[in-house]
């Protein structure tokens, strides 16, 4: 009980003062619950909205990929320049700091190593999730995929409806089957399904036409960086899908398997959300090199 001897008559009621309304600044996030708005809000700066997720979930299948061989060498000394982390449950729990302060997005699905990564049917237990405190959950979408898509699409319903029910907001990762096509009609077709499916981010790739990728997705997206491209070819990329609209990049390899790893995650969020040109951004890529 609070001592009541100190108990005074309120003053500062502010009359006349209306309440001020506040608008959210994620794309599509308005009308999400106050614990889905907080966990957004942690992964995109409320200043930029923009955000440099360090993706490093690529051994889940793949096993140890060149520049993931030790992830407390490779990865831990990226993390305090990172927005948000993207890796599976096993290294999180093995690997990251937990006192690395960061939001995590999660791998919430599982693949094999035979099929690729398409081969996704199987979702974590919601309860898995929230034991680790995660601020998303990561799955994978195989649109246009005869055999996988009606499955991934399952997996992200079920995702969202778990997530809905506690306040975690799912990403849907757009994969790309060999014998799809990666321009905007795929992209846009593979953004909206996800979105559509209540996805509350999507992850997709650049390409030509983006802008209209991005109009059409009533969520934010963020690219994926794909294979090790030289480092201003991957600062370009950035900045063309930052100025078409992305809310930021969820990038792997082009990090991890750069020449200067802790230089390059440090070029691409000064390009994301300080609009560094390419040029501007390899040119802080090469002071920072070692
Ligand atoms: C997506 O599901 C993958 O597992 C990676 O997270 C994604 O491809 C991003 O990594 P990268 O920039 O290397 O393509």
Redesign the pocket.
């Known amino acids: 009980m609070a001592d009541l001897d100190d108990l005074r008559e309120g003053s500062r009621f502010g009359i006349g003062t209306p309440v001020e309304s506040q608008s959210f600044h994620i794309k599509g996030a308005d009308n999400l619950p106050w614990g889905m708005k907080d966990r957004l809000n942690r992964i995109f700066n409320s200043k930029t909205g923009k955000s440099v997720m360090l993706?490093f979930?690529?051994g889940f299948i793949m096993g140890p990929t060149s520049g993931l061989e030790r992830i407390d060498l490779n990865i831990v000394p990226l993390i305090e320049y990172a927005d948000c982390l993207?890796c599976a449950r096993g290294i999180l729990r093995s690997s990251v700091p937990a006192t690395a302060n960061k939001p995590i997005c999660l791998?919430s699905d599982a693949g094999t190593s035979i099929l690729t990564?398409l081969n996704d049917n199987v979702l974590i237990d919601i309860e898995d999730a929230i034991r680790m405190n995660v601020s998303a959950m990561?799955v994978?979408l195989a649109i246009g995929d005869p055999k996988m898509e009606a499955t991934t699409i399952a997996n992200l319903y079920k995702a969202v409806d778990q997530g809905t029910r506690y306040g975690i907001p799912v990403m849907g990762?757009t994969?790309v089957g060999k014998d799809m096509a990666r321009d905007a009609r795929y992209f846009g077709l593979a953004s909206r399904i996800c979105a559509e499916n209540g996805a509350n981010i999507v992850?997709t790739y650049y390409c030509d036409g983006f802008e209209n990728v991005v109009a059409a997705c009533p969520v934010p997206i963020v690219i994926?960086?794909?294979?090790k491209l030289p480092e201003f070819e991957a600062l370009e990329l950035c900045y063309k899908a930052i100025n078409d609209g992305a809310a930021g990049v969820?990038?792997?390899?082009?990090v991890f398997q750069s020449e200067d790893p802790i230089a390059m995650i440090q070029a691409v969020h000064a390009v994301v959300h300080n609009g560094l040109t390419p040029q501007q951004g390899i040119e802080m890529f090469n002071d920072l090199k070692k």
């Open positions: 993706a979930d690529h993207m791998r990564e990561a994978m990762v994969a992850k994926a960086g794909g294979k969820d990038m792997g390899r082009n």
